[in-house]
């Protein structure tokens, strides 16, 4: 069975700083891994992904996630937090058959100017 | 450009109605998929379906149902609203897979929100 579990339901940072938000999976498997954003009263819309290429995955707006199987984890990271970055954000693993989705509980970034 | 759009982007209604919420993609996508998103549980699948007459239930199915009759549309009904599902509901969809293993990403539309009254 595959799950995700999001360490932290809050995060706060102040505007540059890093960022990290993070994830740790489970599976059965060597699965796939994304990380989506949902910006207030928007819909989901998908940071980055790894499907088994390299372990360090770069996504859109500077974010950046890192695949290590020994700790089951994919943590997300950004080297300087914006104001437009504050969002919540979805850690997904793959299911079984690839076409299924199962979500982690979100965590919800807050960027302090 | 391709899409994934909802209707209504609102809804309200009252315990006991039927109510059907539309998704329509643009994508050509065989997979598509409707999820609930409530506070404390992240996004839960209800249906999904994997092509034309193809219907499968998800993790929360109790209440719902869905039909596929072409590629490109897979309404959502609620037979009976309850309280239990005033909720935010999202439209998504994906290329299907020729091999298992590797997920395809899923685009998502930009959400109803439901309120049984």
């Known amino acids: 069975a595959q799950s995700v579990t999001q360490l932290d339901s809050h995060v706060s940072v102040s505007e540059g700083t890093p960022v990290l938000l993070r994830c740790n999976y489970s599976?059965?498997?060597?699965?796939?891994l994304f990380w989506y954003v949902q910006h207030p009263n928007k819909g989901l819309q998908l940071l980055l992904k790894?499907?088994?290429?390299?372990?360090l995955v770069k996504g859109i707006n500077g974010f950046e996630a890192e695949f290590k199987k020994s700790e089951t984890s994919f943590h997300l990271t950004k080297p300087s937090a914006h104001m437009s970055d504050a969002a919540e954000y979805f850690c997904?693993?793959?299911?079984?058959?690839?076409?299924?989705?199962?979500f982690g509980t979100g965590t919800s970034l807050t960027v302090i100017p | 450009d391709a899409e994934i759009t909802q209707s209504p982007r609102h809804k309200i209604t009252e315990t006991g109605r039927q109510v059907t919420l539309a998704c329509h993609q643009t994508?050509?996508?065989?997979?598509m998929f409707w999820y609930r998103q409530d506070l404390g549980h992240g996004l839960r699948l209800i249906h999904y379906?994997?092509?034309?007459?193809?219907?499968n239930k998800g993790e929360v199915s109790d209440g719902y149902s869905v039909s596929r009759s072409n590629t490109e549309d897979l309404p959502l009904t609620l037979e009976s609203a309850a309280s239990s599902q005033t909720s935010v509901y999202f439209c998504?969809?994906?290329?299907?897979?020729?091999?298992?293993?590797?997920?395809?990403?899923?685009?998502f539309g930009p959400g109803t929100r439901l309120t049984v009254l």
């Open positions: 379906s994997y092509g034309v007459q193809d219907t």
């Open positions: 994508w050509n996508h065989n997979n």
């Open positions: 997904v693993v793959s299911g079984d058959t690839g076409n299924q989705f199962y």
């Open positions: 599976s059965s498997y060597s699965p796939s």
């Open positions: 790894y499907t088994s290429a390299a372990t």
């Open positions: 998504a969809s994906s290329e299907s897979l020729p091999l298992a293993g590797w997920g395809n990403e899923q685009f």
